[in-house]
């Protein structure tokens, strides 16, 4: 008689006649062998039994799988582009480009130089397809059209007081001029430089599902800033008048924009007076961009309106007191997201913040929670702050399939040092993960991709890596990780250029060689007892062999 008992790479054979004496014991070995194996834990960054890898977390697609074994890493798409011709050069937005039939084919991205704007249109590897420089301006932001051009709104900054201009160019990255003086081909080109009474700063567009162009951002007039929202017909001339939200003392303004099922909102700052702090706010129109009457504590709600008409603050009130929203989108359930930053709670001198409300812009209690919370189910509110011991700022949010979100932005070290962070979150506002890319670099702007992965508008600080434009798959990474390119990175084991099983690195690039407790079965073998040691029930070849005992291989 012969007994085997198998464990990971473990293989015991007992002839019959050994002595019933020894059975307990062997027994006991391989009984707290398997224990030992059982009480692996994947996901705690250390590599145990059982396990060919441990990265700290559950994620498969990422190399290491949630089982902890090697993921084979097909190559993504994944790059950083550096358009930068100075310093100062900054990619503010960014946008996915898509054919009439609404297949991704490349993306537009739109900044500034230390002479004016670029607007660059590439191809979905990021190879450059047109570009165009117009002196003397700043665009803030950009939207693809349904004619399938582009809107980009900014500052013309030559003029004074600074103007705000709309460009539309079409298809093809082209318009009517090469300068900041208004032309006009129709709706498809144009180039329209407007005065609404103030110092503009444009800082959102986008194109309504009426074909309007609305824009939201801050005016100033005679020292104060207010909020404003504007509209504007197909050709870029001003329908009406703009709206201005705004109280009497302190400054407001708006920086990003989202249409909704029944008008728009609004996220942006106020701060009420002059020797108050500022607080994000949370403004919500009708589709004319006309809101309640705003209170003097700088909220208010009308359930008068035949829409929801709102304004609501979030922060801790008080001068040293500081939280701001860049940017909003309207959730799955109809409530809103804001992300922005924070002094008031977290352990730097600026988190990020991110706040998500209902239908009607209320949330939970975050002031109890030191800046979180998270209550509700069908309609949820939460708040979260995420950062390190010095200064970070969520710059913009964007919703994700899973129902979650990312946010882009900053993060700064006490040292000095500085790099583009990452943070997805899930749809109860829970980190998932964080990553840090492009070194000297903040994110100003992210939309997810055809592919899952995230497109990224991004600005250089004084640096050669200034990458103006940066595709990541949808972990966040920047630098591809490639089976098969001939490149060896971890969590590869080897990498010869292909991806062939049988020539000692599997199409997984994955060392195949007997007798490293992996059963490559791309190379032929049917087992693998981590030696290459015949007689033993695996050969030295890694091949099953006979499980009968052999004359002579038991003694007394």
Known sequence: MVIELTGRNFLVRIHEKIAISVLPLLLLVVGFALFASAQSVCSNNIIESGEQCDDGNLINGDG??????????????????????????????VVQSVDAGGNPVGFAVVGRTPIGLFFHRT????????????????????????????????????????????????????????????????SSQFIKLIDLGGIEQPYAVLQSTTGEYIVAGEITVSGKKDAFFARFDNSGTLIGSIEKFGLPAGDENATGIVETSDGFALSGYTQGSYDAGLEAWLIKTDPYGKTCPIGADGTCVDSSFPQKMFVKKFGKPGLNFNESAFSVKQSLD????????????????????????DSFGNTCDYLAGNGKCNVGTSSLQFANIFGGSYKDSALFVEKTSDGGYILSGEQFEISGAQHLWLVKI?????????KPIAQSSSGLEIKQAYDGGYIIAARGFFSSDKYLLIKTDSLGNSQSICCGDAKKIYPEECDDGGQVNGDGCSAACLVERCGNGRIDSGAGETCDDDNIISGDGCSGVCQTESATGVCGDVWE
């Not at 506002?429 to 964080?434: D, V």
């Open 426 to 434: 899930d749809s109860m506002g829970q980190e998932i993960w964080n």
């Open 123 to 186: 191809d979905l590897l990021g190879n450059k397809l047109s570009e165009i420089t117009l002196n003397d301006g700043t665009a803030y932001s950009i939207a693809q059209t349904t004619d399938l051009g582009y809107i980009v709104v900014g500052t013309y900054i030559t003029e004074q007081p600074e103007q705000l201009f709309l460009i539309k160019f079409d298809s093809t990255g082209n318009t009517c001029g090469t300068n900041f003086a208004n032309c006009s081909l129709g």
């Open 334 to 357: 109809q409530g809103y997201i804001l992300s922005g930053n924070t002094n008031s709670f977290g352990a730097g001198n600026s988190d990020f913040f991110v706040v998500k409300t």
């Open 64 to 93: 290491c799988s949630s089982a902890c074994q090697f993921e084979a890493m097909q190559c993504v798409n994944v790059w950083e582009k550096n358009f930068a011709s100075s310093n100062f050069d900054a990619g503010q937005s």
